[in-house]
């Protein structure tokens, strides 16, 4: 563990805002994640046995913000070890508790993949069942989807709802970019500071809803077909494969988390009671195989169904070509 905290640290001062400033760890959460405190005017260490104070986390920013909230050069901030020892600790813990509150705070993952409670407790977050948040807690899972996914060095991967970069950092290691969109707008920090903690510069982290997302701009700008890829929330699965099925001369594939039985839906064979709209109109432009199948006790909060990772290969000319596409998708739709 100190070995790791060690290169986290490390890994911090080649970055250009630590120049001239104090870097303090705080391990909390089990160790496995690490306070960073900042404070651009000191270069001495503050003692980290007095900085887990009440309310001490709803100070957090990013630190991609601007400038430092520190504004008072008088804080006992340039105490020694032994100075600190000497004073009471109810004054220290005043002291210091109003030097973190005007500091700028972030943290460093200790692994590779911390788990969705503990980032969420640390950031004062809570998934959110309107955006249907369900976040992706087992490493090798996420390993696994990405590893199935066929990857290669040089795709470009579009990844619809970051969510807290779980699939994110291992498809990352492999594609040469990776366009993640994020309509969470507080989840866009967290995921700024994992991706670098981790070292991940390939990573363009876009705010945005992606039923609203440009796919076909992004693909003529990347100069090549995207992968696509993705957990999606039930509540808007159905549009995103519409949206995709319109856009597909931007994406060669999408490789994509559903529920069980929605997934079920969309690979069922012709004459199946499943059978269905979103069954017609992907097979009409696609061909459909099952990935991996997803327990539901590897998300947080746990859901109540299993999900199912499908990937879908777009054809680059459908078996049937229709005159007017568009009436041919209206026509599907009123079929069923």
Sequence with gaps: MLQLIKKRID?????????T????MVAFFEARIIVICV?????????????????IYQSQTSFLDSGFH???DNLPINHTKSQVKGREKSNIQHHYSQFILKTKIF?????DM???RTLLTAWNLRPKK?????????PSTAEMIAARSGILPEDVVLEIGAGLGALTMPVARIAKKVYAVEKDRQLIGLLQTELLANSLSNVVLTEENILKFDIEALAENAGRKLVVMGNLPYNISSQVLVQLVQSRNAASRAILMFQKELAQRIAASPGCKDYGRLTVMLRYCSEIKTLANISASVFFPKPGVDSQVLEIQFKE??????????????VIKAAF
Aim: net charge negative; aromatic share 18%.
């Design 70 to 72: 520190c504004q008072s």
């Design 11 to 19: 890994q911090f001062k080649q970055c250009h805002f630590f120049n």
């Design 107 to 111: 943290y460093v993952s200790c692994s």
């Design 130 to 138: 309107q955006l249907g948040q369900n976040f992706l807690s087992d």
């Design 317 to 330: 000319i459908p078996d049937y070509t229709a005159d007017d596409e568009a009436f041919l998708f209206r």
């Design 21 to 24: 400033i104090v870097v303090n």
């Design 39 to 55: 404070h651009k005017y000191t270069l001495s260490w503050i003692m980290a046995d007095y900085l887990v104070l009440p309310g």
């Design 114 to 116: 911390t788990s969705p």
